[in-house]
Structure formats: C-alpha cells, structure tokens
C-alpha cells in the first residue's frame, strides 16, 4: 500500500512538472527562456531593426565605409542603446587582418621584459591592434611552437626577443627582432649597446674609478648586448682605467661571481673601486652579494648596471644604471612592423641610450640627472 502510494505520488509530481513546462513553452514565458533571452548579446539584426535601417547599412557603418550622415547617426545610437559589441576578431578575418600582433619575451618575471612588454602593448593599443603575449622561459622549442602557434592563428605580425638561433619563420609573416639580428629581411631593433658600455666606463672614471671590473652573464648567441663588453673595452682603454673580467654563460651557478669577488678582497678591501654588470638584475644580485662582504656601496665601490630597471616600475632606479630608451624601442618595433613596404625596413635600428643614477655611483647630487 505504501509503495502504490509513492508510486502515485510520483506520477502526480511528473505530470505537474510536465504541464509546467508544457505552458511555459507554448507562452515563450519559461524562466530558463527568458534568462536565455535576457543574456544573449544583441547582434547586426538587432542594431538594423532598432535603427530602422538595413543590414547593410549597419555592415557600412561597423566597417567604417561612408553612408549618410543620418543614417550613420542612427546607427550609432542603437548600437549605443543595445550596447552592441563588434567582433573585431571576426571582422579583421573578413579583411584577410586580426589586428592581433604576437610578442615573444623570455620570461615576464625580470623586469626589463615586462616593462617591455608593457611598452609594446601600449604602442599597439594607440594603433587599435591587440597583443597575444607568449612567454618562452628561454626554452627554444617552445619559441618555436610559438612561432608556429602565432602563425595558426593569423597573426599580423610577430616581435620577438629570441635565443633560438634556428628559429623557422614563415616567408609571409612579418617579423621584427629585439637585440639579435635574425636575417637581411629581418629589421632588428636594438639600444645602442656599444655606446652603452662606453658610457658605462666613462662615468665610473668621471666618478673617480681607477680600477674596475667587467661581470656579465648572458646567451652565447652573437647578439647586439654581446656589444657592451667591446665599448666597456673602448672606454676603459680610452680612460686610462685597469680592468678585469667576468663572463658566464646561462646556465652557469652565479656562485661563480661570488668567488671572483673574493678573490679580490685583500685585508677586508675590495681591489675594485668600480664594477660595470651588464643588466641592473646582475648589478642587484652583485651589490647584495658585496654587501654581505662588508664591502660599501658606493663608499668602497661603484656600481652601473644596464637596462633603466625601477622599483615597482616607475620608482627609483635599482642602481646607477645606462637607461634602454624601452618606449622608443616600442615604438620602432610596431612601426616597422606594420610598415607594408618591406624593402623600407632598416636591417638594424639603434636607440641612443642614456645614463641616470640610482644610488650606487658617488657623484656630486648638484650633477645628478
């Protein structure tokens, strides 16, 4: 008796839910319908209906070509009214465009690349394209696949800071570089890197350097920032100035740093009284490490970093450092970029680089920038 009673109860339930539903479809009134309804985003039809044009004329004016002055109005305003969102994915596939640049950066946790980054977006914004940012954490392959994945894709373009030297891209697909000439049809953008190191080695001898020491860590790869040791060279020989180097290559421990630095410590003196590194990371990692050897800076030594890194972005300068000009770097990038005449692209474009103090230089404050 009880199970013939459930049994019923059950029926009595699904044929309620059943009239329920049964109303709800035939009135267009259903709960699900009209949140279904209520979220779907309004389309050209919509604009077109509500304006009170045709949908070509919706087509004309989303695409920018001429129509009268009314009409385009009242377009305008119903796309305002609905807040009708162009696809501009869609649209740009239409023309044979995405409108979406890839960019290929090592990594976005040391600062210059994010700052870079930043910069590249920013120049790509004011010229209505979007940035696909692809982090490759030094990894060939996956620069690659990138590479491969960007050209997919129908991307208009790629910018890449690259350390793959066998790096396959396509004939059709314009390519900028970042530091490292990649090819006669490949215009690479560059700081001006001799200058820099030369501009390293002249300030520690305005700062009163006499003895100084070279530390850089960084590819093997024959790239335009390998140029910082030959002007540091240049500037040291045309000063007057005794100096020592330190190379590593990635990979290699820093540790190896470290020991160098001791090796040079004689009766709780360093034997350097300036030290040029090659990016501002580097100058960081160094100044801590003299610090912890109860070595001063700038007292004892005179630290120069490269690249402009500041704290949290816009702050201060980490250190003394030769500033990379990272908006105009930017800048030049998506100009060349998007330039449609190829034989107008420069092989190699250096910026001209700039020093600014950060703390760990002892020039007079009056002198400082």
């Known amino acids: 008796m009880l199970l013939f009673n459930i049994s019923h109860t059950f029926s009595y339930l699904f044929i309620f839910a059943a009239e329920i539903i049964r109303i709800s479809i035939e009135s267009g009134k259903g709960t699900y319908m009209n949140m279904k309804k209520e979220s779907s985003a309004p389309t050209m ?198 100096y020592e180097m330190k190379i590593l290559n990635d990979g290699e421990p820093y540790e190896e740093f470290e020991k160098f630095l001791v090796e040079h410590i004689h009766d709780g003196k360093i034997s350097f009284d300036g030290i040029f590194c090659v990016t501002d990371s580097l100058a960081f990692s160094v100044i801590q490490t003299l610090q912890r050897l109860d070595q001063r800076v700038p007292e004892d030594v005179q630290v120069i970093g490269f690249d402009g890194t500041r704290f949290f972005g816009h702050k201060d300068y980490v250190c003394s450092t030769i500033v990379q000009p990272l908006p105009e770097i930017a800048e030049m990038c998506v100009e060349l970029l998007l330039r449609e005449n190829m034989t107008a692209k420069t092989p190699l474009v250096c910026l001209p680089v700039t020093y600014a103090y950060g703390g760990t230089t002892s020039e007079k404050t009056d002198n400082i920038e």
């Open 45 to 242: 039809k919509d604009v077109a209906r509500e304006a009170g044009v045709a949908l070509g004329t919706v087509s004309k004016v989303v695409n920018g070509l001429p129509v009268g002055d009314s009409y385009k109005l009242r377009v305008e305003d119903a796309i305002k009214k609905l807040n009708y969102q162009v696809n501009s994915y869609a649209q740009g596939l239409k023309a044979s465009k995405t409108y979406t640049i890839a960019l290929l950066i090592p990594n976005t946790i040391e600062p210059f690349f994010s700052a870079l980054a930043y910069h590249i977006n920013i120049a790509l914004l004011k010229r209505k394209y979007r940035m696909l940012l692809c982090s490759t954490d030094f990894d060939s392959a996956q620069e690659q696949e990138y590479v491969t994945m960007a050209q997919q894709n129908k991307v208009d373009g790629i910018i890449g800071l690259t350390y793959n030297p066998n790096l396959v891209v396509e004939e059709n697909t314009p390519f900028v570089a970042i530091d490292r000439s990649m090819g006669a049809n490949i215009p690479c953008v560059a700081s001006d890197n001799f200058a820099g190191g030369q501009l390293a080695a002249e300030k520690l001898a305005d700062f009163g350097c006499r003895n100084v020491a070279f530390l850089r860590i960084g590819s093997s790869l024959n790239n335009e920032p390998n140029k910082r040791k030959a002007g540091f060279e240049n500037g040291c020989l045309s000063r007057g100035l005794s």
